[in-house]
């Protein structure tokens, strides 16, 4: 290795030392930094200064007394530069969100489409247009994005970004990357993992849990330690084809009773009768609210057949936490107690403590925040590339 080689690999690793300390504590004095990451107070001034230019870093304003009466004046992650974009596809919209590097939602654009019926390279090229659009208002609100995560209802192999099987699209082997008109690179990831990946950076805090996306499908997302646990071939997580009853209907996976076509949105609204095409869970709320007996009844099952798979996830797996998200968010009124009702009931002789039972405050957010935020992770673990651009 050549001095200059070993010189660029030793700033960049600094660089990312103090960066991901800036992004931990909050708001942090130069003099700090030195202090935490044993390096010199001055090489920490010129990568904090490298990082202020780069506009990843941005003074606060506030002035500390440092070490001999030093006043010092701290810095914090900037919002004011650098974003990420979260995409997502799913069976009944399009989504992207511009998160900025504080991990501020700084644009939501949602486009209700049913992309059951369409080729894959229509429901790409659609994306697309969304995206560049947000990228676009981006730019106008002084933001550069400079990477993305899409995320989709199925199992993903990362190595390739090839979408191997999501029944619900009807895609199978579908690569939908690169993504040409988007001038940053994107990677592709599974939409349940995002959605756990997002309830971890942008919910309530908890660090082990399961996180359930209620939507046309139904996945689950296991969070273990702060990290995603993902399974062998990366396809953990198929909650909606764990079986709740072996002789039930048939499910588009080829199986019989899975739980999907129990609590899956196209189940619910089936159940609840009635509720007009394309009222969606607006509909079925509605209904909820002015206590329809069908649209009860049809939650109480979704509850119960919830309750039932995730037993079986608690055995398996114990999560401290589980946490309802996706269309489980606004219908958790109606199914919150059931599911733990159910869980106490087929667990209760077991363990002393049922994992408890939490509504997600992100809701049908979760993916494209979980998409976004794995961008800006990776920026702040790795920022020199964003210095050097
Ligand atoms: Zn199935």
């Not at 290795?1 to 992004?23: C, K, Y």
């Not at 930094?33 to 606060?60: N, P, Q, R, W």
């Not at 192999?157 to 990357?177: H, M, Q």
């Not at 401290?320 to 599911?339: D, N």
């Amino acid at each position: 290795m050549t001095q200059a080689v070993r010189h660029d690999a030793m700033r960049a690793r600094n660089l990312a030392l103090v960066l991901g300390e800036v992004s931990a504590r909050g708001s942090v004095t130069r003099a700090a930094l030195a202090e935490i990451t044993g390096l010199a107070k001055t090489t920490v001034s010129k990568l904090v200064g490298d990082l202020i230019e780069a506009g990843l870093v941005v003074e606060t304003g506030v002035v500390r007394a440092g070490e001999r009466g030093r006043p010092g004046m701290e810095v914090r992650v900037s919002g004011e530069r650098i974003a990420a974009i979260g995409l997502e596809i799913n069976v009944d919209y399009l989504a992207a969100h511009v998160v900025d590097l504080a991990r501020s939602v700084r644009l939501r654009r949602t486009q209700p489409v049913d992309n059951r019926m369409a080729q894959p390279g229509d429901v790409i090229a659609n994306l697309q247009d969304l995206a560049l659009s947000a990228v676009d208002e981006a730019v106008d609100i002084g933001l550069r994005v400079v990477g993305g995560v899409l995320a989709v209802p199925g199992t993903v192999d990362l190595a390739t970004g090839t979408v191997r099987r999501a029944p619900n699209l009807g895609w199978r082997d579908v690569t939908p990357l690169p993504l040409p008109r988007l001038p940053f690179p994107v990677r592709v990831d599974n939409e349940a993992n995002l959605a756990a990946l997002g309830e971890l950076w942008f919910g309530a805090g908890h660090r082990d849990f399961l996180h359930v996306s209620g939507e046309i499908g139904v996945g689950a997302g296991l969070i273990v330690g702060g990290e995603p646990f993902r399974g062998f071939h990366g396809f953990a997580g198929e909650l909606g084809h764990v079986v709740v009853s072996p002789g039930g209907p048939p499910c588009r996976c080829g199986g019989q009773g899975c739980l999907e076509r129990y609590a899956g949105q196209d189940a619910l609204l089936a159940a609840a009768a009635g509720i007009e095409a394309g009222a969606g869970i607006a509909g079925l709320l509605a209904r909820l609210d002015a206590g329809d007996q069908d649209a009860l009844a049809a939650c109480e099952r979704a509850g119960w057949a919830l309750g039932v798979a995730l037993s079986s996830a608690v055995n398996l797996v114990d999560p401290g936490t589980i946490v309802l998200g996706g269309i489980y968010a606004p219908l958790f009124p109606w199914i919150g107690g059931v599911v733990t009702e159910t869980l106490a009931a087929r667990l209760g002789e077991m363990r002393e403590v049922v994992p408890s039972v939490e509504v997600s405050r992100l809701g049908a957010e979760a993916a494209t925040l979980g998409a976004a935020g794995q961008v800006i992770q990776r920026i702040i673990a790795d920022p020199a590339g964003l210095l050097n651009a």
